[in-house]
């Protein structure tokens, strides 16, 4: 095993239950490092119960979860109430040449979507976007949205979204959720995250890039009570500048911006370098390393190896972060939470007393990044 655990338990820690799970054809590719982290069967959420993960954390993978149908599209189930998650979901969609989701709002609850790899359009802002790698859209409670990838395009398109709070009853159709008690089904959902077959990302992914294009629909030309209406167009590298965990970060869907619930983060992790481990008291996170690799933290694991797409899940009061070592790093970090997580933001001169500024909102840049490598 490649993982260096630091927990006393070694032989328990190193147990592998392959019978239970169908194996996978071939191994992940999971980023450019020549070692693919091996990830013990015990920290991985598909082995993990709702309450071990609400109370210790696990790791995930943005290939490996449960697949289901929403709103026309396919979907994989990766944060969400059978994975103890509560105050936000977060899922997988994957489009192909020609797929088109069905028009949807949410009166409740607000969305973030990131495009991981490929291109695709959505309605947003009464007319079509194009989202690339890197981008973003946000939608307000009540916005309606829908999803295409047209027909002569080529490859796929991944979207990581967020949903806030979960929507329950996009789970009933698959026997996940009992809408006539209100609970989620537990024994089915356990017994479908446990068989679900992970799948390979299709290929090398997509750099996720800073873009400015469709200006009209960008969150930085707009005003916070605008995105808040109609929702907005963001991408990965653009947003409020903040170094409270000790990396280069940005503060990209939040309050400040004009997003209520959904909130998202992204960070480069240099050479050598080590956040400040931390827990957020109301805030389940899903923190990704979107490429590179390094190590996560999580709190009833310990430090696990990681690569691009390996997952730290930690719902409110897990502690967790990431690091880099001498044969592994650097990363590129990005934290989905809800609610977006004030205890970050009070410390900074974008909050006083219950309000939240608009600072300026600038690209996180190359420079930027290796200034903080330390070796």
């Known amino acids: 095993m490649k993982a260096i655990i630091h927990r006393t338990n070694i032989e328990n820690i190193m147990r592998v239950n392959v019978a239970e799970v169908p194996p996978l054809d071939g191994p992940l590719r999971r980023g450019k490092h020549v070692g693919v982290a091996l990830i013990p069967d015990d920290f991985r959420a598909r082995y993990r119960t709702a309450q071990q993960i609400r ?39 994957t489009l192909s040449p020609g797929d088109e989701s069905e028009p949807y709002a949410y009166d409740l609850a607000e969305e973030a979507v990131l495009c991981r790899h490929g291109s695709v359009d959505v309605w947003l802002r009464g007319g079509w976007i194009t989202l690339r ?14 999803w295409r990838m047209p027909a002569e395009a080529t490859g796929q398109a991944i979207l990581v979204n967020q949903i806030c709070p979960p929507q329950f009853d996009l789970y009933a159709a698959s026997g996940l959720y009992n809408a006539a008690f209100g609970v989620i089904d537990e024994a089915a959902a356990a017994k479908a995250i446990v068989n679900a077959v992970p799948v390979a990302p299709p290929g090398e992914l997509d750099e996720m890039e ?18 808040r209406r109609q929702g907005a167009l963001f991408n990965v590298l653009e947003g409020a500048a903040f170094t409270g965990i000790g990396l280069p970060m940005r503060l990209v869907m939040w309050p400040g911006a004009g997003t209520r619930m959904v909130g998202f983060n992204y960070a480069y992790c240099g050479v050598g370098v080590q956040d400040t481990i931390h827990r957020h008291p109301v805030s389940d996170e899903f923190l990704v390393m979107w490429s590179g690799s390094g190590q996560l933290y999580v709190q009833g694991l310990g430090w696990v190896d990681a690569d691009a797409n390996d997952v730290a899940m930690a719902p409110c009061g897990v502690m967790h972060g990431h690091r880099s070592t001498p044969d592994r790093g650097p990363a590129m970090m990005g934290g989905f939470a809800s609610p977006p997580q004030l205890d ?11 309000r939240f500024t608009h ?17």
């Open 55 to 93: 109370q210790d954390g696990a790791i995930g993978n943005l290939f490996d979860g449960v697949e289901i149908s929403v709103h026309g599209l396919s979907t994989r189930l990766l944060a969400w109430p059978a994975t103890g998650y509560q105050t936000e979901s977060v899922h997988v969609t």
């Open 133 to 146: 790698a890197g981008d973003m859209a946000y939608f307000p409670e009540g916005v309606e949205r829908r």
């Open 210 to 227: 800073y873009r400015d294009d469709q200006p009209e629909a960008r969150a930085q030309n707009l005003a916070p009570d605008d995105v």
């Open 344 to 354: 970050l933001m009070i410390p900074t001169d974008y909050y006083s007393d219950g």
């Open 359 to 375: 600072p300026a909102e600038t690209p996180l840049t190359s420079a930027e990044e290796k200034a903080s490598d330390l070796r």
